[in-house]
Nanobody, 127 residues
Framework: QVQLVESGGGLVQPGGSLRLSCAASGFTFSRYYMSWVRQAPGKGLEWVSDISGGGGGSSYEDSVKGRFTISRDNAKNMLYLQMNSLEPEDTAVYYC????????????????????WGQGTRVTVSS
């Protein structure tokens, strides 16, 4: 069955960096768009970034552009999110998600866009 397992979260000071990883299994990883989405305490779901199946195309939510970089290694079935210049507003649980091919044009923040989710990894940005 499909499994997505995130790692790499933690506590970091403002201005610091973290790299999130997601190990995917149970499906042909390279055939799917993948996304990182996050949920801050007391707030709704927020899309962060997308990457195409081959890795040649990516997009970012405006507040993370220039600070976050999404990437993937299809040989290893791994998805990554490099987060630099972290801000307290980035504090959230980050989820690795698989984009449902039939819902790819659904709004980014709509849960229905994603058909599989990891368990989430918590990122806390605080001094």
């Amino acid at each position: 069955q499909v499994q997505l397992v995130e790692s790499g979260g933690g506590l970091v000071q403002p201005g610091g960096s973290l790299r999130l990883s997601c190990a995917a299994s149970g499906f042909t990883f390279s055939r799917y768009y993948m996304s990182w989405v996050r949920q801050a305490p007391g707030k709704g779901l927020e899309w962060v970034s997308d990457i195409s199946g081959g890795g040649g195309g990516s997009s970012y939510e405006d507040s993370v552009k220039g600070r976050f970089t999404i990437s993937r290694d299809n040989a290893k079935n791994m998805l990554y999110l490099q987060m630099n210049s972290l801000e307290p507003e980035d504090t959230a649980v980050y989820y690795c998600t698989r984009v449902d091919p039939g819902q790819i044009y659904t709004e980014y923040d709509d849960e229905r866009r994603y058909d599989h989710w990891g368990q989430g990894t918590r990122v806390t940005v605080s001094s």
